[in-house]
């Protein structure tokens, strides 16, 4: 008999409890191997791609793309021996063999029948019988987003008996218009309101706004700001280019703040700490794992360089460079993301001077890193132009006093002005 594996949803992070249906890499009637990527899914935070468990051939397709599942619960079948289902169904001509989705009418083969019985056969061997074409897999859900499919379905528009023009055959809004005009000869529809466009909230950006939220609702938030001539700093990486250990490095200003925030939190160990409601403890960590806010296509992510304070600058502008592009291409691991201890946000890059960061829910300081710019600066009573950069912090104050706070953003502040004072540290 057919051996039929239902393949559920796992916790690909830490406590996952759901995740939605981004893109299907597997149709029914598909062969499928050990390790073989069939599904895009989108948890809480980040886009994950799913191997398959089991070798087989693919039967259903249990979850569309856009739904939202729970952990656990089927979302794809296999047969894990479709060769047995053949034999099983030629074992008796009585016997009906149900197709499967995506697969044509199962034939039997007399041959197997002849072995069997006693007497030769005495005419001619039977033609075998026409293989009919593979059925249209019926139950294969076409790939569209929600509001594509919301749209459909208020215009009145088969999705099946479309064909996407987007990317990796995504049904489009436009597909969708045009489908509705030639049924009707009129022209492609708008968009059924008034020109509101409608997205529901899911995967990182509920998980996003769900943290700040919390954050912003239970630690009494205090932000410092300090303006710095980072001038020594942007001298002193023009120099780094010329050394042999960061020729194939890039290191960037937001390196050189890593490694800031790392100094500065040895001497103000309450910046990398947490408030424990539950226990009614302060957690101190001695360790650093950095988190480095990341916009990506999705949302805001932030995922952590583990022990960021044992590791040398080159080392933290090579590990920067690796999370920041794998964060942007939306292959973070969840597990990448939890578990930090501070947070580092590079507003910089977006032209803007500064801001008021929220906390990373669990965290005590978030430093907000500012564009670096060529302002007028007063060097030794004259007016001259020098590299100037922002610093935003904010932090918890049920852990961090005002005097604390004020004493780490000075330190960082100091690194980053001159370098050169980190050996005092």
């Known amino acids: 008999m057919a ?8 916790d690909v992070g830490e ?39 089991y070798p087989g051939v ?27 289902t053949s034999e099983a169904g030629e074992e008796s001509s009585d016997e009906q063999v ?8 199962k034939s039997s083969t007399p041959t197997r029948r002849a072995r069997k ?3 030769p056969p005495t005419e001619a061997p039977p033609t075998e019988a026409p293989v009919a074409e593979p059925a249209a897999p019926a139950a294969l859900v076409p790939l ?33 218009q045009r489908a509705h005009a030639g049924s009707n000869g009129s022209e492609p529809a708008a968009t059924p309101g008034t020109g509101e466009r409608r997205v529901p909230v899911r995967g990182v950006r509920r998980a996003t706004a769900q943290a700040v939220v919390d954050s912003a609702f239970s630690a009494p938030h205090v932000t410092e700001f300090l303006t710095i001539d980072v001038t020594p700093m942007m001298q002193l990486r023009e120099r780094l280019k010329a050394q042999r250990g960061f020729r194939d490095v890039k290191v960037t200003p937001l390196a050189f703040a890593a490694k800031a925030v790392c100094l500065a939190a040895r001497r103000t ?15 101190y960590f001695d360790h650093v794992h950095l988190g480095i806010a990341a916009a990506t296509p999705r949302g805001l992510v932030v995922p952590k360089v583990r022990h960021a304070d044992s590791m040398s600058l080159a080392e933290l502008a090579a590990a920067l460079e690796s999370l920041t592009s794998t964060a942007r291409e939306g292959r973070t691991a969840p597990a990448d993301m939890v578990g930090g201890t501070f947070t580092i946000t590079n507003v910089g890059v977006f032209g803007v001077d500064t801001g008021t960061p929220i906390l990373n829910p669990g965290e005590s300081g978030i430093l907000a890193l500012g564009a670096i710019r060529e302002m007028p600066w007063v060097v030794e009573g004259a007016v001259v132009p020098r590299t100037v950069c922002q610093l935003a912090l904010s932090f918890d104050h049920r852990v961090v006093d005002g005097q604390q706070g004020s004493q780490f953003l000075a330190d960082v502040g100091a690194l980053l002005a001159d370098p050169a004072v980190a050996i005092t540290f």
């Not at 039967?59 to 619960?73: D, I, R, Y």
């Open 3 to 10: 051996q039929y594996k239902q393949f559920p949803l796992p």
């Open 15 to 53: 406590g996952l409890t759901e995740a939605e249906i981004l893109t299907w890499h597997v149709a029914p009637g598909d062969t499928v191997t050990v390790n073989q990527i069939i599904v895009e899914i989108e948890t809480a935070k980040a886009a994950v791609e799913l191997p398959c468990p």
């Open 58 to 84: 693919v039967t259903e397709l249990l979850a569309e793309p856009g739904t939202t599942v729970h952990v656990g619960s089927p979302i794809l079948t296999i047969d894990l021996d479709p060769s047995e």
């Open 117 to 119: 019985s006693a007497a």
């Open 144 to 176: 569209a987003k929600p509001p594509v499919r919301k749209l459909a379905k208020e215009l009145g528009v088969d999705l099946r008996s479309l064909t996407g023009s987007g990317r990796d055959g995504i049904i489009t809004r436009e597909d969708v």
């Open 98 to 105: 149900p197709n499967l989705v995506g697969y044509g009418p």
């Open 269 to 283: 160990p309450d910046i990398n700490a947490s408030w424990d409601e539950a226990s009614g403890e302060i957690v």
